[in-house]
């Protein structure tokens, strides 16, 4: 966690709009240090600022056709840190999306939809309840 013990989720999507409601979202339901990203590439850039999670989109060439996409992304952010949860956020509902997104060690995968920030929501609980529990679990075990 950061200092001042807030969650840091990064946002990444290329659609302003999308990203600017999807902050609003998280914002108004907890106290999170949110930092939103248009490309992969400014947020590979800022991965030393430590995110707790990640939020990334799936395609990312809305505004540049040359930018790297999701994948690409999540393929570098793993490689920077194995450890960091990244969430994959696309358009389309397709399994083999899905799939590929799992594969490459994303933590899950979340359609573009009414109830996506529910689902985010959720997965970011998840995320946080085991991430405290794995704490706990090592603390538990340096002592035996």
């Not at 840091?8 to 902050?23: H, N, P, R």
């Not at 109830?115 to 704490?135: G, N, P, S």
């Amino acid at each position: 966690m950061n200092k001042d013990n807030r969650i840091k989720i990064f946002l990444v999507d290329d659609d302003a709009l999308y990203l600017k409601s999807l902050e609003i979202d998280f914002l108004q339901q907890a106290d999170f240090t949110i930092e939103t990203y248009a490309t992969g590439e400014i947020c590979l850039e800022n991965l030393s600022h430590k995110p707790d999670v990640i939020i990334l989109d799936y395609h990312l060439d809305g505004i540049d056709k040359n930018a790297i996409n999701g994948i690409e992304t999540l393929d570098k952010i793993k490689s920077f840190d194995p450890d960091i949860p990244v969430v994959m956020l696309s358009s389309q509902d397709k399994i083999d999306v899905a799939i590929n997104c799992m594969h490459h060690k994303a933590i899950d995968y979340v359609v573009k939809s009414e109830t996506a920030f529910m689902r985010l929501q959720k997965i970011i609980t998840t995320i946080f309840t085991y991430k405290k529990m794995e704490k706990e679990l090592s603390w538990y075990m340096e002592r035996m």
